[in-house]
């Protein structure tokens, strides 16, 4: 039987080893339920909404905060993953998962988010991450969430300057900046806006680049090029592969929230630990299949973030980071 499949015994008999049992039904009337076939608990079944480029770290994470709470895939848990390669699919992708009737769906970015909730308002789901929940009205509040979305909220309104920040002190000479920002995620406008706010204080002149498609990240050197951008910072997580080989291939310094952005070569991140934070999703899960409501459960925020400075592209660069940040940085990758 392929993992995640339940039969289920009606009132037709089943033949095992040749011999026809009566169907379960009938033996519990009769008093005559054997140990073995005493019907066992119901196993959650979740539905798990993503881009197919999420961050290998993220759903590492969210594995290892499965096993931490006892939850191990195929036996007392099934996943139904639901990667989309473009987000346009992920509507249909939720869909699939309401159709299922999954005990509840785990949305892993805010365009997930958004395509969950407008599937299903019964079906709870649980936010992996969104920038600003109650703007885009996903739910009303922090406090009291008050419908069938609850999880967390990577508060990316107020951390972005601070990004900005870190990334001038790094590079004093930084003149313009590049921000690459996706427009189908409502929640980074914001951000775009803190980021270009503060970049204008601290002397430097913001250019916002939209990123719709891996089409637009190949045309990134052509764009740093004639823009003359001394860095670019991003506010997306998908294609970091590719947003780093193109900030490489321009020869410039790039900054990122998550940390697996340096992983794969990126200069700079700053924001909260994604492999514990999505860990954290695992909480929501564990409360509402053991009967919690998503609208009882007060959205969470990190209160931690951790810079992490990749010293071999710094090297690559040919930049020399300021003792200043060195000393701010949780992680230095050799």
């Not at 885009?136 to 309104?157: C, I, Q």
């Not at 020869?251 to 924001?271: D, H, I, K, N, W």
């Amino acid at each position: 039987m392929a993992s995640g499949q339940v039969v289920k015994l009606g009132r037709r008999r089943v033949l095992q080893g040749g011999v026809a049992l009566a169907s379960v039904g009938v033996l519990s009337a009769c008093g005559l339920l054997p140990a073995q076939l005493q019907p066992s608990a119901k196993v959650p079944r979740i539905g798990h909404l993503a881009r197919q480029d999420w961050p290998p770290a993220r759903r590492q994470g969210f594995t290892q905060g499965m096993l931490d709470r006892g939850y191990i895939e195929g036996e007392n848990i099934i996943v139904e993953w639901r990667w989309a390669e473009r987000t346009e699919q992920l509507d249909e992708l939720a869909a699939e998962l309401v159709q299922l009737n999954v005990d509840l769906i785990v949305a892993a970015s805010t365009v997930a988010i958004q395509a969950a909730k407008q599937a299903t308002s019964v079906i709870p789901i649980v936010m992996a991450a969104s920038g600003d929940p109650v703007g885009l009205g996903l739910v009303t509040s922090l406090a009291r969430p008050g419908g069938n979305v609850t999880g967390l909220s990577t508060l990316g309104v107020g951390v972005s300057a601070k990004r900005v920040e870190i990334f001038k002190e790094t590079i004093p000479g930084m003149s313009r900046l590049g921000i690459l920002w996706d427009p189908a995620s409502l929640d980074k406008e914001k951000d775009l806006h803190e980021s270009q706010s503060a970049a204008q204080r601290l002397g430097v002149q913001p250019f916002g680049l939209e990123i719709r498609d891996a089409h637009d990240v190949e045309r990134l050197p052509e764009v740093i090029a004639r823009e003359r951008l001394d860095a670019i910072m991003t506010l997306m997580d998908s294609h970091p592969v590719q947003v780093v080989e193109a900030a490489g291939q321009a020869g410039v310094p790039s900054m990122c929230e998550a940390r697996g952005f340096t992983m794969v070569g990126g200069l700079m991140s700053y924001g909260p630990n994604p492999f514990i934070w999505y860990g954290r999703a695992v909480e929501y899960i564990d409360k509402i299949v053991k009967g919690a409501k998503p609208a009882n459960l007060p959205v969470e925020q990190p209160t931690d973030f951790e810079l992490v400075i990749n010293m071999q592209t710094a090297q690559a660069l040919s930049l020399s980071i300021p003792p200043s940040i060195l000393a701010q940085a949780a992680e230095l990758l050799q």
